[in-house]
């Protein structure tokens, strides 16, 4: 009987403690930014940088020294290929190396005197290809639209010389082992679809963190013995208050999660192949990690300010540690073992492979199953730091009476 | 002098300075140059589907996996489980080899090989596609001039035939074109000045939550140019010297290039610091809340990432997201870095951007008045 009589107190206990945490968020304006406005806003901005996708049209400044007719076809390829543009032709290197430094190109094509009389007299050939190497997406558009009009003139010739009677005979020619490229996943190459799905999980963990750590230094402010909890008889059991607390952050967050990994990726059309179950199935460990996380390391915020100080530069480490920009397998050990602390690295692996690559649960157990693992681990020190403060409070009363 | 003074004493009993002007940021540039070490991704994991399984498609496998980028790890019985594999992240590429591929070869049937990558890395996936793309080419010259020699052609005429037109590719600065050259010089800068507008804001602030801000005023004599000046002078000092360590580690130690010159990349750290102390110090002019004016540095400082055009250039988004870059210190850094230092051109080649970053320097003349009364008269409110 006492047993049921105290779970029912306790149960009674986290739905007050829930209220009043949901009060709390409600009236704390800096609290109401990180959980509401942030989450709904940032991914729109972001969503809308990106949006463009890819680089198309980059400008490019053209020496011909051959002015030939081959070197004039090349150029007329280049500028009307998709990603490049001919901005400007000039007379020499250096004015062309000027330009780059106006930023008025990013490139530069170089045709050598001799270009079209190489080729006529059966020798090879050579055009220079220069490229300002402060933005990988204008060199990389550089450079392969140059290498596939080379590659189309190339073939031109080669058809031209062999003499073949029929049009198959070319095609052999030109190509005996043919292949097909297929970029799967994200198969515009675009920008958006790659890096957003990772930016949109880490701002669900960020601001969660933002949102608990503004909120817990909220409290040691107002409390009276400048800890994390109140002098009330409601907070006298850790499970109570951490369930209760957690509850009322799940449930904003559920909300949140929604919108987030459902809403945005389809008002900006970037790709969203999850499955819903699955979806919901993952996102439950992610959230409840996240919450445990945040909720472990407000016990270090002593003023509501500080936790910005700490987590926003946090941020870009967590998104390379995941493995977005520098591929995970490439990550040195010790940095790997930094990143299996944070829910982050899991929560964006998992969800990119479900939301970009179509991934179903099973395929990315591993991340599921280190979720559930970080959730047991950080509720369990979550109460440990309770049950410190709890038991402080307890002390610091007792020495006053 | 007073001021100064006080402010060294206030740093050195907060913790959180120690940790925001110094500790992180020197793990950061540590993080970063250690995380790219390699340059280029190298060795990352590649999948085959050999379903022909000669000798010449063997010798084909080999070959792609002596490539820098890529190491075979796997070999699969179908395409079905590559994919598996590829949605797993196991592997970020696979080729394909149809049953039959070295008979059709060999009797000129054109036979068609699949190169499969992943863009879920853009990294990996560009990378890897350019490796996949070279040997299926390799392959077709491979043919081409076995026939060629056996009829007798000498070396020279195989290759001008197979390729007449060659590319001379020069990756101006960074010919290993390494990534830790191109990001971390663009990432690491960033960082710091997080740090800046972020400590700026919250040191200023904390003056009138913790009702320190008269008491403040009074020791510059009541002038606030005076204040402000005082208190940022030590910190400008901790922020100064961490922007040249990161100088030297980065372009003395590490070695990345630096056509600028020594004297270039300082006046540039120079010029971040204070651009980013007089950013920090107007948002909180025109916002005298802690809360709004940390929560407005944050996002600025966080997005200015995206808008330095670093990684996705500037000229590709929208027209009015263009414009709103130009509100950013770390865009003008990166340019004046990239102009500057990296290609080494003359600093008049960015006097656009060297002027916008002493204008984001003296913005706090604005709202000094407003800092003053708000010193004066606001309230703490959480």
């Given amino acids: 009987m006492k047993m049921l009589q105290r779970i029912n107190e306790g149960l009674h206990d986290m739905c007050h403690i829930w209220a009043e945490e949901m009060k709390n968020v409600v009236r704390d304006e800096g609290v109401l930014i990180f959980f509401v406005l942030v989450p709904l806003l940032y991914p729109i901005l972001y969503s809308w940088i990106y949006n463009n996708e890819v680089v198309r049209e980059v400008p490019v400044a053209v020496v011909d020294n051959s002015h030939s007719s081959m070197s004039r076809m090349f150029i007329r390829e280049f500028d009307a290929s998709p990603d490049t543009r001919v901005a400007y032709h000039c007379n020499s290197l250096d004015e062309a190396k000027d330009l780059v430094g106006r930023q008025a190109v990013h490139g530069v094509i170089y045709f050598p005197q001799d270009f079209q009389t190489r080729i006529n007299r059966m020798e090879q050939s050579h055009v220079s290809v220069y490229c300002d190497m402060s933005l990988m997406l204008t060199y990389k558009a550089i450079f392969q639209t140059a290498s596939s009009v080379a590659a189309n003139i190339n073939s031109k010739i080669q058809t031209s010389l062999s003499g073949n009677t029929t049009g198959r005979e070319d095609e052999i020619t030109i190509k005996p082992l043919d292949f097909d490229e297929i970029p799967m996943f994200n198969t515009t190459g675009g920008y958006g679809n790659f890096i957003l799905p990772g930016v949109l999980m880490l701002i669900i963990q960020q601001t969660l963190l933002l949102g608990i750590g503004l909120s817990a230094g909220t409290a040691r402010e107002k409390n009276k013995y400048k800890e994390l909890i109140p002098v009330s008889r409601h907070y006298n059991g850790i499970f109570r208050i951490v369930l209760g607390k957690s509850i009322c952050y799940f449930m904003i967050y559920s909300v949140i999660a929604a919108y987030v990994t459902l809403v945005i990726p389809r008002m900006f059309g970037f790709v969203s192949l999850v499955h819903a179950p699955d979806l919901v199935t993952f996102m439950l460990p992610y959230l409840l990690s996240c919450i445990f996380f945040g909720m472990m390391l407000s016990c270090l915020v002593r003023y509501r300010e500080n936790v910005i100080l700490l987590v926003v530069f946090s941020s870009i480490l967590f998104l390379f540690l995941s493995g977005m920009s520098w591929p995970s397998s490439n990550i040195p050990g010790t940095w790997k073992a930094v990143s299996w602390l944070f829910p982050s690295t899991f929560g964006i692996q998992g969800f990119v492979s479900m939301n970009t690559a179509g991934a179903r649960l099973g395929d990315i157990s591993l991340q599921y199953i280190c979720l559930w693992i970080q959730t047991v681990v950080f509720f369990i020190m979550t109460c440990a730091v309770y049950k410190f403060q709890i038991d402080r409070v307890k002390k610091l009363r007792s020495r006053e009476q | ?382």
């Fill in chain 2, 1 to 382: 002098m007073n001021v100064a003074a006080r402010e060294c004493g206030i740093l050195r009993s907060n913790m959180i300075y120690l940790f925001c002007m110094v500790v992180f940021p020197v793990v950061i540039i540590f993080f970063f140059t250690s995380l790219m070490n390699e340059g280029q991704p190298e060795d990352m994991p590649v999948g085959v589907v050999d379903m022909d399984n000669t000798a010449t498609t063997r010798s084909m496998t080999r070959k792609l996996d002596a490539f820098q980028n890529t190491r075979i790890t796997r070999h699969f019985n179908d395409i079905a489980e590559a994919r598996a594999a590829m949605q797993r992240n196991e592997i970020y590429a696979f080729l394909y080899f149809p049953a039959g591929t070295t008979d059709k070869l060999l009797s000129m049937r054109q036979p068609k090989i699949s190169i499969y990558y992943s863009n879920t890395s853009l990294t990996a996936g560009a990378l890897l596609g350019k490796d996949l793309k070279i040997i299926a080419t390799l392959g077709s010259a491979g043919v081409g001039s076995a026939q060629m020699s056996a009829k007798g052609y000498t070396e020279k005429q195989i290759t001008a035939f197979l390729q007449p037109i060659a590319i001379d590719l020069h990756t101006i600065q960074n010919p290993w074109i390494s990534y830790n050259i191109y990001l971390s010089t663009m990432l690491i800068p960033g960082c710091i000045m997080l740090f800046i507008f972020l400590i700026t804001v919250y040191s200023i602030g904390t003056e009138l939550k913790f009702g320190r801000s008269k008491e403040w005023l009074a020791a510059a004599g009541d002038n606030i140019y005076v204040a402000v000046a005082g208190k940022m002078l030590p910190q400008f000092i901790v922020f100064i010297t961490i922007m040249l360590a990161y100088i030297w580690y980065v372009f003395g130690i590490l070695d990345f290039p630096h056509p600028g010159g020594t004297w270039t990349m300082m006046l540039l750290g120079l010029l971040a610091v204070v651009s980013a102390q007089g950013f920090g110090i107007f948002m909180f002019g025109l916002m005298p809340s802690l809360r709004m004016s940390m929560s407005t540095c944050s996002l600025w400082a966080v997005i200015s990432f995206s808008l330095s055009g670093a990684a996705y250039p500037v000229f590709s988004m929208s027209p009015a997201i263009e414009a709103l870059a130009q509100l950013f210190p770390l865009r003008h850094y990166y340019m004046v870095y990239q102009i500057c230092v990296f290609n080494g051109f003359p600093l008049p080649y960015a006097w656009f951007n060297i002027a916008a970053m002493v204008g984001f320097a003296c913005l706090p003349v604005f709202i000094m008045r407003n800092l003053k009364r708000a010193m004066l008269k606001f309230v703490y409110i959480p």
